[in-house]
């Protein structure tokens, strides 16, 4: 594996992360919107806020490529789709998305 390769796909995983974090962060944020304003207008901009945040972060994941095949990581027939964003590998080449672990021959 490439530098290249290791970079892009350290970028799929903090895509990921991030994806995972603005999900988590959506009910605090409702939350807080309601104790701050107690309306229903500032839960509406919250909800709306985050819920472009989070097709942002879909789009993203969607349209990445897989830095050894170029072609759409998330994909398994070359078209975009939110089925197989937290897929483990890619689906044209079968990339792997974590690092494989190095094994020695002489632990084995
Ligand atoms: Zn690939």
Do not use: N
């Not at 605090?28 to 919107?33: E, G, I, Q, Y």
């Not at 972060?57 to 078209?79: K, N, Q, T, V, Y």
């Amino acid at each position: 594996m490439t530098a290249d390769e290791s970079a892009a796909l350290g970028r799929i995983r903090r895509e990921r992360r991030w994806l995972i974090l603005w999900a988590v962060s959506a009910a605090p944020a409702l939350w807080f919107a309601w104790r701050i304003a107690h309306r229903e207008l500032a839960i509406a901009a919250v909800a709306l806020i985050w819920i472009s945040g989070a097709a942002l972060a879909i789009a993203r994941l969607m349209f990445i490529r897989c830095p050894r095949c170029g072609r759409l990581f998330h994909s398994a027939d070359g078209a975009p789709g939110v089925a197989k964003i937290f897929a483990p590998r890619c689906g044209q080449c079968g990339l792997r998305v974590k690092p494989e672990r190095v094994i020695y021959p002489s632990l084995e």
